[in-house]
C-alpha cells in the first residue's frame, strides 16, 4: 500500500523507529496468523531442546532482572507484544496490553531502573514456569515460530498471584545461534482488568 | 409506555442516612478516612451516587448494530446494553425476574433474545418476557409486566456516550453536563467526523475505593511525583526539547494550563494553553512512541505540510474531562471507573480510533490509527501503574484508625488563587485541589438524598 519512508541505513532502533511500518504489521499479522500447523511441526528432540533451553534462560534472566542480557537475546528490529483480546486483532486498530518496539522495549527497562517506578518499588519477585515447548517451521528456513506455556508466580504486595497464558515467539537466525524477532504472549485474561501489569512478561 | 418501580429500601431498615453525620465526614479542606473504608457508605453510594446521577455506561460504538449488546455495571447492577430490534438503546438489568441469575455470560455479542441458563426463561432484548418452560404449571398469567426484565429508567446519549441513572428527577443529560458539554464537543470535534471509535483497551484492576481514581481525574499536583519514572523516561533523549508533560516538572503553577469546576462533580483540567497553536505543536510534544519517525517521514512525503495536521491525530489531546463519577476523556482515551468493593475498583482505558469521514481517505487512517494505538499505549503502561499503586497504597494507609482526615485543602484561603465565574463555574492553577473539595460537594449532596429513584419494565 505504501512506498516505505526514507529509512536512514544507519538509524539506531534503540533511537528511532523506523521498521515499525505498514508493511512490517502486516508481516507480523501474516506471521502469527495460522502457524500453529501439525504440519510444520518439528519433531526433532535437539531441536526442541535448543528452543526450550533458549526459552528457559529468558524466563531466567526475567526472574533475575537481568535486563540487558534479556534485551540482547533480541534482534535490533523486534516486537514484544501482549494482544489485548485473545484472537490478538490486527494491533493498527487494536490497542494492546503492551505494543513494544525495540526503543519501548528499553523505555520499560528504563523506567524500572529509575527507581521511582512506584508500581515496582520494592520489584516483584518472580518464578516463571515454561512448558510444552514446540517448534513450527516457517516459510523461511531462517525463522521458526515457537509456542510455550508459561506460568509466571509473582510475589508482591505482600502476596502471590498467578499470571499464566502462552507466548508465541518468532526467532531468526543470528550468526551461530537464535534473536528473538517478535514475542507475542497471550495472558489467558488478556482482555480483563489485571492488577499491577508492570513486570515483563 | 414504560413502566416505573419506585425505588425503597427493604421495609423494616433503618434509615441509610443516619449512619453518619455527612458534613462532619466531609469538610471544606479534608474529607474523613471512613468515606473511602467503611462497606456501609460503599452501599449507600451504590444506590445514591451510583443511580442517583447519571453513571457512563458505553460507547455507541460498542453497539454499533441492531441486536448488539455489551456487558456493563451500574454500581454493583450488572447490565446488559443492548441495541434492541427496533435500535433503541437499553440498559437492561442482567438478572432474570425469576431466581435472579444473570442472563448473559458474555462480554459483548449480538443476540435478539437470552435465555436463562438456569430454568429458560427467555426474554427479547426490549427485556420483555418471551415465554417460559411449561407455563400451564403457572397458576396466573405469566404475561404479568413484572415478570418483564427490570431496566434503567432513564438512558441517554450525548454524542455517542451513553449514560444511564435511576433517578426520575435527574435533569437530562445535557443540562446535567451543562458547560463540559462544550470541553466534551471540542474533544469529538478535533477528529474527523467529531467521531471515534472504542478500541479495546488498557484494563486495570486496583485494591483502593473508587474515589481514590475520581480524586486523581484533575489533579495536577502529583504527576511530577507519581510519574517521575514516565517523564525521566520520555526525556531520557529529549534534550532542551522537553516531551511528553514535562511542563510539570517546575512550577506547574505558573504555565497557563489551569482546572476548571464545571458543576455535578465535574471538572476538566486544560493543558491545551501550554501547547504551541499550530499543526503539528501537539505532536511536536509527543514523546518517542513504536513507529513515530517512519510515520511522520511517511505523511510529510504524501501529504506535505498537511502531514502536521494528521499527525496532531495521533497526537495525545492534553486535557482531563472528568465526568462525576465514573467517566473522563484523557488524551485520547475514554477512562471508566468501575467500583467492584469499597476496597476494589476497575479502572479501564478505553483506546479510540478514527474513523473516515471522506476527507482524508482509508490508508490516511489506517497509518494515523496505527500510530494512534501506539501513544494511547505509553501512559498506562509507564504512568498508570505508578497511579494505582499509590492508590493501593492510601487505601493501606487508610487503614490506619485512629489518623482519621485526608487533606485537600491546596489553593484553599490563598488570595487571587481562585476565580469564581459568573455561570457558576471555579477555575483555579493546576495544581489546585480546589476540583476535589467541589466534587466532595456534589457527593455529599448525593448522599444526603433519596432521591426519586426507580427502575422501569417493559408494559
Same mark, same amino acid.
Given at each position: ?201 | ?127 420483555? %418476557? ?144 501550554? %501547547? ?121 494507609? %487508610? ?61
Amino acid at each position: 500500500m505504501n512506498a516505505p519512508a526514507t529509512n536512514p541505513k544507519d538509524s539506531d532502533p534503540s533511537r528511532s523507529s523506523y521498521y515499525v511500518n505498514d508493511a512490517f504489521y502486516r508481516e507480523l499479522i501474516g506471521n502469527f496468523t495460522g502457524w500453529q500447523d501439525d504440519a510444520r511441526a518439528v519433531a526433532d528432540a535437539a531441536v526442541r531442546d535448543e528452543f526450550r533451553r533458549l526459552l528457559e534462560r529468558e524466563a531466567r534472566l526475567l526472574d533475575q532482572l537481568r535486563y540487558d542480557d534479556w534485551l540482547a537475546m533480541y534482534a535490533a528490529e523486534c516486537i514484544y507484544w501482549v494482544p489485548s483480546t485473545p484472537q490478538a486483532g490486527d494491533p493498527r486498530r487494536e490497542i494492546a496490553v503492551m505494543f513494544d518496539d525495540r526503543r519501548r522495549l528499553e523505555d520499560r527497562v528504563y523506567r524500572l531502573r529509575t527507581g521511582f517506578a512506584w508500581s515496582q518499588a520494592p520489584a516483584s519477585r518472580t518464578v516463571r514456569l515454561v512448558s510444552n515447548v514446540e517448534v513450527f517451521a516457517s516459510a523461511s528456513d531462517a525463522a521458526r515460530m515457537l509456542r510455550s506455556n508459561f506460568l509466571i508466580s509473582e510475589f508482591w504486595g505482600n502476596e502471590t498471584r498467578v499470571l499464566t497464558g502462552w507466548a508465541g515467539h518468532r526467532v531468526v537466525r543470528a550468526g551461530a545461534g537464535w534473536k528473538i524477532q517478535a514475542k507475542q504472549v497471550n495472558l489467558i485474561d488478556c482482555d480483563q482488568c489485571i492488577r499491577n501489569p508492570s513486570i515483563i512478561l | 409506555m414504560t413502566a416505573f418501580e419506585k425505588v425503597a429500601p427493604p421495609q423494616g431498615r433503618l434509615d441509610v442516612t443516619a449512619l453518619y453525620d455527612w458534613d462532619y465526614l466531609v469538610q471544606e479542606d479534608r474529607a474523613h478516612r471512613l468515606i473511602y473504608t467503611d462497606p456501609a457508605i460503599f452501599e449507600v453510594e451504590m444506590t445514591r451516587v451510583f443511580g442517583g446521577t447519571w453513571t457512563y455506561l458505553a460507547h455507541e460504538s460498542e453497539i454499533p448494530n441492531a441486536n448488539d449488546f455489551i456487558t456493563r455495571r451500574l454500581g454493583l447492577r450488572p447490565l446488559i446494553v443492548v441495541r434492541d430490534t427496533a435500535n433503541k438503546i437499553r440498559a437492561l438489568y442482567n438478572r432474570c425476574t425469576h431466581r435472579g441469575t444473570t442472563l448473559c455470560r458474555w462480554d459483548k455479542g449480538n443476540a435478539k433474545s437470552f435465555q436463562c441458563p438456569y430454568h429458560g426463561w427467555n426474554f427479547l432484548n426490549t427485556g420483555k %418476557l418471551r415465554g417460559v418452560p411449561w407455563p400451564d404449571g403457572y397458576a396466573e398469567d405469566m404475561r404479568d409486566p413484572k415478570y418483564n426484565l427490570a431496566q434503567v429508567p432513564r438512558v441517554e446519549s450525548y454524542r455517542g456516550f451513553i449514560f444511564g441513572t435511576l433517578n426520575l428527577d435527574a435533569l437530562p443529560l445535557a443540562e446535567h453536563l451543562g458547560p463540559i458539554a462544550q470541553i466534551i464537543d471540542e474533544w469529538l470535534d478535533r477528529n474527523p467526523g467529531g467521531k471515534v471509535v472504542v478500541c479495546e483497551a488498557n484494563r486495570f484492576r486496583f485494591k483502593g475505593n473508587w474515589k481514590l481514581a475520581y480524586d486523581n481525574s484533575c489533579d495536577g499536583y502529583h504527576v511530577a511525583y507519581s510519574h517521575r519514572s514516565l517523564l525521566e523516561t520520555e526525556n531520557r533523549f529529549a534534550g532542551a526539547n522537553a516531551k511528553g508533560m514535562a511542563y510539570y516538572r517546575n512550577s506547574p503553577d505558573t504555565q497557563p494550563m489551569y482546572m476548571r469546576y464545571t458543576g455535578h462533580g465535574n471538572h476538566f483540567k486544560d493543558k491545551r494553553p501550554n %501547547l504551541e497553536k499550530r499543526p503539528g505543536g501537539l505532536w511536536a510534544l509527543e514523546s518517542a512512541h513504536p513507529g513515530m519517525e517512519h510515520y511522520e517521514a511517511e505523511f510529510l512525503r504524501r501529504y506535505g505540510e498537511r502531514a502536521f495536521a494528521l499527525l496532531d491525530l495521533a497526537g495525545s489531546e492534553p486535557v482531563n474531562i472528568n465526568v462525576f463519577p465514573n467517566f473522563s476523556l484523557l488524551g485520547n482515551h475514554i477512562q471508566v471507573f468501575e467500583p467492584l468493593s469499597v476496597g476494589e475498583t476497575n479502572a479501564i482505558w478505553y483506546g479510540t480510533m478514527v474513523v473516515d469521514d471522506g476527507t482524508l481517505g482509508e490508508a490516511a487512517v489506517t497509518d494515523i490509527n496505527a500510530l494512534r494505538m501506539r501513544t494511547q499505549e505509553g501512559f498506562p503502561n509507564f504512568g498508570e501503574v505508578d497511579d494505582i499503586a499509590n492508590f493501593e497504597q492510601i487505601q493501606c494507609g %487508610l487503614m490506619a484508625v485512629e489518623d482519621e482526615w485526608v487533606y485537600m485543602h491546596r489553593g484553599l484561603g490563598v488570595p487571587g488563587r481562585i476565580q469564581r465565574h459568573d455561570d457558576g463555574t471555579i477555575t483555579a492553577p493546576a495544581t489546585d485541589e480546589a476540583f476535589m473539595r467541589e466534587h466532595f460537594k456534589e457527593w455529599k449532596r448525593l448522599m444526603k438524598s433519596p432521591h426519586n429513584l426507580a427502575i422501569a419494565r417493559e408494559p
